[in-house]
């Protein structure tokens, strides 16, 4: 995949990334109820020396019924630059792993990923300065607040404490976070707050390629159409590069102005949402939606963010 790195942030060539599970301990083995501490060969008390071997045994029925399983299966796409890039597919296609292949967090089997020019596993430390990353499990200090949290994650960045306080209120109060929250401990706060600290995070350090994975997932209406709004006034206002993984049609459609579909680690089509929809027939003279080009590529259906949230 040739292309100009002026006009391209964000090149993935053929990317393939695998799993390998384990079978389960098998049914027959003795150990794993509670032991009496008595002392068995060579000193050692009998509980260790049973729990030494019941380690070895489950690693080497691991190895032996390990099975492999393609999470992402051979993938290329380019996002250009100030792009809003959408990856949409069910829970279970490989969004997520292929999110956290071009973050740095996996590496990859096989193929490329070209950030800005540069190779993200040769120059992992250059481009882990040009993206941030926002998913639906962001982790935090649960015990600190808000504030807290930010602060420490811009000085990670050599933003200064004062500087990172400023962009810091900037930013929540544009996503509707009250002052008054500010010092309470996140812990103390519902998902959806915490989400929507997860972004003010990876927006504080001002990314050029902004990964975001499943970033509404678990808001109410009204915070998701104010994280929607915000992406789109950062790609207009800060010419950013978003990559957004998402199984919320309406928010692929919305918000993005190319959509790669992924299905079983496969991207089986990729273009505008009115390329996409002209992928499938009309229906009675009505006009298909994404969710009928994806059933008619699939034959699938995809969950809503409802059905995510409650199940």
Known sequence: MEHSSNGIALSVEGITKAFHTGAALPSWWPFGREQTNVAGKGGKAEAE????????????????????????DQVSFEVRRGEIFGILGPNGSGKSTLIRCISTLLVPDAGKITI????????????????????????????????????????????????????????????????????????E??????????????????PILLLLDEPTTGLDPRSKREVQTFV??????????????????????????????????????????????????????????????FMALTGKALKTQEDEVAG
């Open 232 to 293: 789109r006034e950062l790609q207009a206002t800060h010419d950013a590069t978003i990559l957004l993984s998402t199984h919320d049609m309406h928010e692929a459609e919305t918000l993005c102005s190319r959509i790669a579909i992924l299905d079983d680690g496969k991207i089986v089509a990729l273009g505008t949402p009115a390329e996409l929809k002209a992928l499938a027939p009309r229906t009675n003279g009505v006009d298909p939606t994404l969710e009928d080009v």
């Open 116 to 187: 800005f020019g540069l190779d993200s596993q040769r120059d992992e430390m250059a481009v882990k300065r040009l993206i941030n990353r926002v998913s639906v499990e962001a982790a935090f200090f649960k015990k600190l607040s808000p504030m807290e949290n930010l602060i420490y994650a811009a000085r990670l960045y050599n933003v200064s404490a004062r500087q990172a306080r400023a962009d810091a209120l900037r930013i929540l109060e544009r996503l509707d976070i009250r002052k008054d929250a500010l010092a309470q401990p996140l812990e």
């Open 49 to 72: 020396v049973k729990a030494e071997a019941e380690i070895k045994v489950k690693a080497e029925v691991k190895v032996k019924g390990k099975k492999r399983v393609v999470a992402v």
């Open 189 to 206: 706060m519902s998902r959806g707050m915490q989400q929507k600290v997860a972004i003010a995070r990876a927006l504080l350090t001002a």
